[in-house]
């Protein structure tokens, strides 16, 4: 225990003890404030405010003409859609390509013989 540290009649040093009731005045502090209805009524309209204020935004970029997160997400994942049924059908082309090919060339040894 260093010098500053003294010893109080329960036996617990000074820093413990004073940690101890900060702890418990904080717990204290926090019940009133989850017990209050006042709290309570300022989070819901806290939460209503932030709801409308989405929405004016969410109309006010639809009234300029503009796309939304969503919007572009939405977007974006079409895209990706696309880009993978175009990679398929490229790949079937190549397929068939090749397979023409290979039948021109055997057209084309029939015709020599």
Do not use: C, W
């Given at each position: 225990?260093s010098?500053?540290?003294?010893?109080?009649?329960?036996?617990?040093?000074d820093?413990?003890?004073?940690?101890a009731?900060?702890?418990?005045?904080?717990?204290?502090?926090?019940q009133?404030?989850i017990?209050?209805?006042?709290l309570?009524?300022?989070?819901?309209?806290?939460?209503g405010?932030?709801?409308?204020a989405?929405?004016?935004?969410?109309?006010?970029m639809?009234a300029?003409?503009?796309p939304?997160?969503?919007?572009?997400?939405?977007?974006?994942?079409?895209?990706?859609?696309?880009?993978?049924?175009?990679?398929?059908?490229?790949?079937?082309?190549?397929?068939?390509?090749?397979?023409?090919?290979?039948?021109?060339?055997?057209?084309?040894?029939?015709?020599?013989a």
């Amino acid at each position: 225990m260093s010098p500053e540290e003294y010893v109080d009649g329960d036996g617990m040093a000074d820093g413990d003890s004073l940690r101890a009731r900060s702890e418990q005045a904080i717990g204290e502090i926090a019940q009133a404030l989850i017990d209050s209805p006042h709290l309570h009524s300022a989070l819901q309209a806290a939460f209503g405010a932030r709801e409308k204020a989405i929405e004016a935004q969410q109309a006010a970029m639809s009234a300029l003409n503009l796309p939304s997160a969503s919007d572009v997400e939405r977007l974006e994942r079409r895209l990706r859609s696309f880009s993978q049924r175009l990679e398929e059908v490229e790949e079937q082309i190549d397929q068939l390509a090749s397979e023409i090919g290979a039948m021109r060339r055997q057209t084309a040894k029939k015709s020599k013989a």
